[in-house]
């Protein structure tokens, strides 16, 4: 049976979240240096890199980086994208992959965490940034915050955009973030509409802690967001985790 998230991050993906901006990524990537005291020239993996944003602006910033994903769309897009070849990109699981470690820092960035039903599976993805990292790294997982997602959640949302009509649907159900996207062609009359489905579990702070030290990761610091804002439960938009793996 195919996963969600085996057939949601394709070329309409790219169309759906093609707001998210290169200069929101760099803004990031500073914030993440400081916080993760990143030497020039370090080794960087972006785990689940997506369209490659935060993996270009990494290399931009002098660091050796590798960016991970499942997605040969995503990985397309990035490779388009890096006209230069500063970045290693490689498609895997991010529960098993080819690499031997020792970076100095890996990264986990905008909620491309929880999508399996089993915190078993969530676990082998914490366990494979510790044995990534070398003795000592840190690594950065950026969370969506639990409890602001379910006091805000939009049910329902419309837009239009290059002459597709997409309908997001969202709702918490069985302790996970559901959502419903549907796409229309309308420039092609009874178009039927293509549907894909996201679903990320939900974690408290706590209950990530826990995970992050059942795999040997130590937690350093949370923050909020990416302006420095310290994280409180009920205000912040993010659950930003800053930590590392114990010296051997």
Request: aromatic share 10%; charged share 30%; glycine share 8%.
């Amino acid at each position: 049976m195919t996963e969600w998230y085996e057939k949601s991050f394709g070329e309409d993906y790219l169309l759906v979240y093609k707001h998210r901006d290169v200069q929101g990524a760099v803004h990031e990537v500073h914030k993440m240096i400081n916080w993760l005291r990143l030497e020039p020239n370090s080794r960087v993996l972006d785990l689940c890199c997506g369209m490659g944003r935060h993996s270009l602006a990494l290399a931009d910033a002098g660091f050796q980086v590798t960016g991970i994903d499942l997605s040969d769309v995503l990985l397309r897009e990035a490779r388009d994208m890096d006209t230069d070849k500063r970045v290693e990109w490689v498609h895997a699981d991010m529960r098993d992959l080819p690499l031997k470690g020792g970076f100095d820092a890996v990264v986990n960035l905008f909620t491309s965490f929880g999508y399996f039903k089993e915190d078993g599976e969530q676990l082998k993805v914490l366990q494979v940034i510790r044995r990534m990292l070398k003795p000592g790294g840190s690594f950065i997982i950026d969370f969506m915050n639990t409890a602001y997602v379910t006091r805000h959640l939009v049910a329902q949302s419309t837009r239009e955009d290059e002459g597709q009509y997409i309908e997001e649907f969202r709702k918490i159900e069985d302790g996970f973030v559901q959502k419903e996207i549907r796409i229309t062609d309308t420039t092609i009359p009874d178009q039927k509409a293509r549907v894909y489905h996201e679903r990320v579990k939900l974690y408290s702070r706590e209950q990530l802690n826990h995970l992050l030290h059942e795999a040997g990761l130590i937690v350093d610091q949370v923050h909020g967001g990416y302006d420095e804002e310290k994280y409180d439960e009920q205000e912040s938009s993010r659950m930003i985790f800053v930590g590392h793996r114990p010296e051997e």
